[in-house]
Each structure stands twice: as C-alpha cells, then as structure tokens.
C-alpha cells in the first residue's frame, strides 16, 4: 500500500464500542489507546496478558474470555486485531471488511484497512505519525516532533483563544544569553501571546517571537522609568483576563531577588493561573562567567546572597564563606566598609563581573580593601554581581599573586567572554 492511498483523519470515539480482539501486548497497547480516546473497549481472548488483566481489574474494559466470533462484530465502530495468529486476524478483517467496520489487522500491514500511527501529545496538540509502513522510524520521526514542540523549536502558539481565561508564566530567562533559559520556559515563551519583559534577560530571544506577539516592556530603559511593581502586577492580571497567555520573561530565577513571589500572589489572588519556571540566577551564574565558583573544595564551602550593606552584619565574615551580592554597585564602599568591620581580612579577594555572558562582559578583581577604588576608576555600572572570598582566587582573571596552591590542580571554566 502505498502511502499516497491513506487518508488521515482522527476518530472520536468517546462513548462509542470499540472491539479488540487478542490478548497479547500489542492488543493490551490498543486497548489503552482506544480507552485514552474514551472508548467503550470490548477485548475478545481467551488468555489475557498482565496488563490487559490490569485494565479488567480496573474496571475499564470488557474482557470476554474466549474465541472470537463474528457476531463480536455487531454494533462497533472500529476493531483491532492483533492476536498473533495471522488467520485469526485474517477473518477478523474479512468479516470487519464485509461489514464495513475499520480494522487494523496487526499481523498483516500491507492488507490492513487500517493503520495506526505513532502519536504524541504535547499540550492539546496531538501529532499522528505514519512513516512509509515502518513503525520505528514513525517513532523516531514522533519522538523528534515531540521533542520539537516541548522545547519551544516549533510554533505551540494557539491562534483560535479559547473563551476561559489566560495564564501567567514567570518565566527565569537567565543572566541575558539566550541559551541560559530552560527548556520549559523556552516552550512557553513559544505559546505566549503577550510577553512583559525586563531589561535584563534574554532579549535576543524577543527578537525570536512571532510578529503578532506582544511585547510589553516594563524595565527601566534610557531615558524611561521602569513601570512601578504594582502596575507589572496589574498588566499580568489584565492580560491574561483577557484570555492571553502571558509571559512574564525575568533575568536570572524569578524568585531570587526578582519580585517573582509578588506577581505570583497577585496572580493568584485575582484567580488567575500561574506557572513559575525556575531560571539560571545571575548570583552563581555571572560569577561562572567570570570563571569563579560559588562554592569550591578547599576554599569555600557556602555562600550567601545579598543585596547590600545591611544583611552583611549577619553574614559569615570569612574567606571561606563566599559573599554574593546583586544590585550592590552603588553601595560597594559601605559593604565592604561593613564587612570588613565584621572581621573580614582586608586583602580578602573581591570580584565584579558586569554584564555577565554580555558582549560587553567586564571583570574587575582587588580585595576589599582597594575594590572600591578601583570600581570608581573603572567606572563599575550595574547590572554587575560582586564576589568576596577566597573563590575568586580561582578566576583566570585574578592576579598571579592571588593565586594559591589549594585549587592549582583544577582549571576553571573558560569564560564565554573575555573583554577586560
Ligand atoms: N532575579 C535576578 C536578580 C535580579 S536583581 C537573578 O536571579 O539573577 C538585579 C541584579 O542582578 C543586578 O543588579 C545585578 O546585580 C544582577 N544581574 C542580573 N543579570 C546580570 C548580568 N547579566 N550581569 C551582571 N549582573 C547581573
């Protein structure tokens, strides 16, 4: 049969008796696949496999434990054969054929009436997959779509709006490379209908939505103010009641020092849906960037993210205990000033990576008795994370002299960028 002779359609079947006749694997998979649909399942064998005896038990389908016999025919829509005996099946599609009822004859392809393809379903798409009559490469050719589709490569977007509400997803982008977002927020920034961005984070990946896609922007931009918090909340909640899928596409994780808990709460008190993707925070990633580890075996065995002067006094003042801190440029002298009142040893080694896996990534290393200066002569300027402990030691960035032999055995990443 050639492939040109089939005619692709899809069969609802909910409600409807269907008959399979075989209680082998194969049936036992059809049998599953016809209830999936909603089927009224009837399985005709006289010895049942475990996992049809499975779907008995439970109360799903009709077992009639015995021969088939043409009559079993009467009143379905649709039949699988599938009973390892080729003249078995062979009957049951001659009869099927007399009758006019579609059947899949599992042990002969060629003369089947029927065929079944590989299927999966990502979302409320459904892919059916016929491949020449070989079931493998139907499966492969199925897998790669499926894959396709989970991972945002293929266009999800629903075109006709369901008339029920929309959804939010708060979505980490990552630090601003458009590779550093996962694969589940990468999907749904392919279904989105409105996309409220920031400043920081992925915006290559703008660049990517379709040209219908809205894009609200509500980060601070030259010359404009960014949009207040309580109005993002409002917009979310407003769009998505319209019916949209909204993506609210942050830099770094969503819930790390990103308001992402606020915007969900909002959401969520108005009664709209909210699905938080979990994103590669700025706080160990642009120091990775830099090629320091937050935590590295023998020089530092936790950390602590921050965001200024104030939570420093609760802070581990120790090498040994790395210092992360977002959003800190502006107060760099009264952190280090703080943490060096805590204790901290003065030629403690202090890192400043700003706009981590940018092309305009910029690393700057002293200690924190001389980063301060050195910021102001380099003109340091946000987005910038600040690293103290003996971890940045570590950065191929660091000066000869920082480094010790604790960590010489072990290379560290090559960063992605390297502007100095
Ligand atoms: N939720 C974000 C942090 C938001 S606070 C996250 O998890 O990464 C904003 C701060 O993040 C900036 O002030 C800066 O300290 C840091 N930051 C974010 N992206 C950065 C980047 N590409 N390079 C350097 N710092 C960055």
Same mark, same amino acid.
């Given at each position: 049969m050639a492939i040109q002779d089939i005619y692709p359609t899809?069969?609802?079947?909910l409600g409807r008796p269907v008959l399979v006749v075989g209680g082998g694997p194969v049936a036992a998979r059809r049998a599953k696949g016809l209830l999936d649909a909603g089927a009224k399942v009837t399985v005709v064998a006289p010895i049942a496999s475990e996992k049809l005896r499975g779907l008995v038990d439970s109360g799903l389908l009709a077992w009639?434990?015995?021969?088939?016999?043409t009559?079993?025919?009467?009143?379905?829509?649709?039949?699988?054969?599938?009973?390892?005996?080729?003249?078995?099946?062979?009957?049951?599609?001659?009869?099927?054929?007399?009758?006019?009822?579609?059947?899949?004859?599992?042990?002969?392809h060629e003369s089947?009436?029927?065929?079944?393809?590989?299927?999966?379903?990502?979302?409320?798409?459904?892919?059916?997959?016929?491949?020449?009559?070989?079931?493998?490469?139907?499966?492969?050719l199925r897998d790669a779509v499926a894959t396709a589709l989970e991972t945002g490569g293929l266009p999800l977007r629903r075109h006709r709006k369901p008339g029920a509400n929309g959804s939010v997803a708060l979505i980490g982008g990552g630090p601003g490379d458009s590779g550093l977002i996962t694969v589940r927020g990468r999907r749904l920034l392919g279904q989105a209908d409105v996309?409220?961005?920031?400043?920081?984070g992925p915006r290559g990946l703008l660049a990517e939505l379709a040209p219908d896609v809205r894009v609200i922007e509500v980060g601070k931009t030259p010359g404009h103010h960014p949009v207040p918090q309580?109005?993002?909340?409002?917009?979310?909640?407003?769009?998505?009641?319209?019916?949209?899928?909204?993506v609210r596409l942050k830099g770094g994780d969503p819930y790390v020092l990103g308001r992402g808990g606020e915007e969900a709460e909002f959401c969520r008190q108005n009664g709209v849906e909210v699905e938080v993707v979990s994103g590669v925070t700025s706080a160990i990633s642009v120091p990775a960037a830099a090629g320091i580890p937050v935590t590295h075996r023998g020089l530092a065995k936790g950390f602590s993210v921050v965001t200024g002067h104030e939570?420093?006094?609760?802070?581990?003042?120790?090498p040994d205990h790395t210092v992360v801190l977002l959003m800190g440029v502006a107060q760099l002298r009264e952190s280090a000033a703080a943490l060096a009142g805590s204790g901290l040893p003065l030629d403690t080694p202090v890192?400043?990576?700003?706009?981590?896996?940018?092309?305009?990534?910029?690393? =700057?290393?002293? =200690?924190?008795?001389?980063?301060?200066?050195?910021?102001?002569?380099?003109?340091?300027?946000?987005?910038?994370?600040?690293?103290?402990?003996?971890?940045?030691?570590?950065?191929?960035?660091?000066?000869?002299?920082f480094k010790t032999a604790d960590y010489s055995t072990i290379t560290p990443n090559r960063p992605r960028v390297r502007t100095n």
């Open positions: 899809a069969l609802r079947l009639e434990q015995r021969e088939y016999r009559e079993d025919l009467d009143g379905v829509w649709f039949v699988q054969t599938a009973t390892g005996t080729p003249a078995v099946d062979t009957q049951v599609a001659n009869d099927a054929e007399a009758q006019r009822i579609w059947c899949v004859n599992a042990s002969d089947s009436a029927a065929w079944t393809p590989a299927v999966a379903v990502v979302d409320d798409v459904k892919i059916a997959i016929n491949a020449g009559g070989d079931p493998r490469r139907a499966m492969a996309v409220v961005a920031d400043r920081l309580l109005e993002i909340n409002r917009i979310l909640v407003e769009e998505a009641l319209k019916g949209n899928r909204v939570e420093l006094s609760e802070v581990p003042a120790r890192g400043i990576v700003e706009n981590g896996y940018l092309p305009e990534q910029r690393v =700057t290393i002293g =200690t924190l008795e001389t980063i301060a200066d050195q910021a102001e002569a380099v003109g340091v300027a946000n987005p910038a994370v600040i690293v103290i402990g003996d971890v940045v030691r570590v950065s191929p960035f660091a000066p000869q002299h």
